[in-house]
């Protein structure tokens, strides 16, 4: 299709403000380009031309040309930052020859650190490694979340990506919840402070041609999840507030406001037994016209979570629309409710023809979606996506996971690692003195440098044990990449860990992607250490001492699981008879 892009159109001219030059482009669109500035597409990373057989969606050629949709939120990675930002500058080539040539926001979920989940977070290939936002809870440092956030930008930006679908700010009072390892833990003024300075990083003192635009998660709060399920699944599609601490999560909401956040998304999850109609928070008026907008003063864009109209599969199973509260209506009536709620854009969704029949058959008006295509745009030329719709490859390779910011990240996962138990006062267990025969379990024994290292555990003088937190493995779909259930540990896991312990001193360094019930092996284990995403390298040189551990834990850790049940879904430091409080973290000093 010939582009009809022309610099004769005042939403050209650099010389007007984004309202401005959006209020001329939108005068000059379709219901149709109108219709695909409000869906936020995924792609995954490769061939455009190639249709998407993970969400059984479109290629992303043809989600440009023919659905118009030109926000897409990208799954997988490159081998390098120059084949990134190469696949990008393809892309927006696509769009230029499309309508009014309108470039693409090319957006992602977290893809600094080491958990992957396809609709979560993504391990850092090409970009520097950091741990999970946890961790950053662990060290409290808003100096350094912001720091951290800024490198985000400059790697995103270099590669072409401008929009991030995080921080996560919601609070982690649930310990069972599948999605609290991406949290900055469960106390609401920590999360506020540390929410708002990772919003700063990514934006600047406010939004430009050099942000990335910030989208804050999940409002107004998801954490307290009935049981500790996840409202992806109809049994998780319950939040509760049995304490009535409504407010405390909304506090860290509060603060992102406060910081310039450029958009929000609302969670899946239906509030039960509030003064708030029982359905989907981004369906709930209420919720995001009344608080959000009015009460709250947001007016950026709300992006509603993924796959709220139409149902799909996902590796091989069932996954229907996370329609709760509304499953009756229409694909026509989600979208109508959607919007007249104060959605902007639909995430996940590639249904643009439906919106367009929406407003055709009367369910919703042209006028209310001209006010969402105009915030859309107004963000698009702030962030100057028309004026630079391409990067420069061969500076990206340059910009990308510089020595410094690869060094920053490995400082940050090892200060952020939590010591918890270490022998005695009179002989603590670490750090471990060079010289050692080590046995090392579940890593790689190549980084305990000037070490030896042994297959047998009855020969040596220490083990290292890396395990993850307890859970229970889901079986088909996009379950698999839920960690949920149970925090015990099984009696067959216990007996392993136990049954080393008592064959040689062992140091047990648990991944802390959910509160762990480590009361089984306090007493045996030589020292226990918690880290939050950390290479086996990072691990080793804290053990040895090269690095001291210095996080304090960002939540409190059960004794049994009769406590996480006691524990109020919706309340912070609620957890009775904690093994380990917030705040614990031992010092090699100590």
Known sequence: ???????????????????????????????????????????????????NTMFQAPSLESTISRLRINHIYVIGDAESAREFAQWHNT??????????????????????????????????????????????????????????????????????LRLALHPQIDLATEPRWARLNATFGEDPDLVAGL???????????ALGTESVSAMAKHFPGGGPQKDGEDPHFAYGK????????????????????????????????????????????????????DLLRTKLGFDGIVCTDFGLVTDMEMFGAPFPARAWGVEQLSTQERIARLFDAGCDQLGGEFCAPELVSTVRNGLLT????????????????????????????????????????VQAGIDTQQASMTLLTNGSADAPALPLPRGLKVYAKNMDGAAFDGCEVVDDPSTADVAVLRIAAAYEPRTTGFELFMHAGSLDYTDVECDEILALCATVPTILVVNLDRPAILTPFVDAAAAIIAEYGATDRSVAGVLLGDAEPKGQLPIDLPRSMASVVANKSDTPFDMPDALFRFGHGLRYRD
């Open 91 to 160: 892309a927006q080539d696509i769009a230029a020859g499309v309508g009014f040539g309108i470039p693409i926001t090319f957006g992602t979920d977290p893809r600094h650190g080491f958990h992957f989940n396809p609709g979560a977070s993504a391990a850092a290939k090409v970009f520097s490694q950091w741990p999970e936002h946890l961790g950053f809870g662990a060290l409290r440092s808003e100096e350094l979340v912001e720091r951290y956030a800024e490198i985000i930008r400059r790697e995103y930006s270099a590669v072409g």
């Open 195 to 205: 929410g708002a300075a990772y919003i700063r990083g990514l934006q600047g003192p």
């Open 1 to 51: 299709m010939t582009s009809t892009t022309d610099s004769r159109f005042p939403f050209q001219d650099v010389t007007l403000s984004p309202e401005q030059r959006a209020d001329d482009l939108l005068s000059r669109l379709s219901l149709e380009d109108k219709a695909g500035l409000l869906f936020v597409g995924i792609t995954v990373f490769g061939d455009p031309k190639e249709a």
């Open 366 to 405: 042209e006028d209310r979606i001209d006010q969402s295509a105009r915030r859309v745009l107004i963000e698009k030329f702030t962030l100057g996506l028309f004026d630079n719709r391409h990067v420069d490859a061969d500076a990206a390779e340059l910009t990308v996971a510089t020595d410094e910011m």
């Open 238 to 289: 319950e939040q509760v507030y049995p304490g009535g601490r409504w407010d405390d999560h909304l506090k860290p909401f509060i603060a992102a406001i406060e910081a310039g956040v450029s958009q929000m998304m609302p969670y899946y999850g239906m509030p039960v037994g509030t003064e708030y109609e029982e359905v989907g928070f981004a369906f709930n008026k209420a919720i995001i016209t």
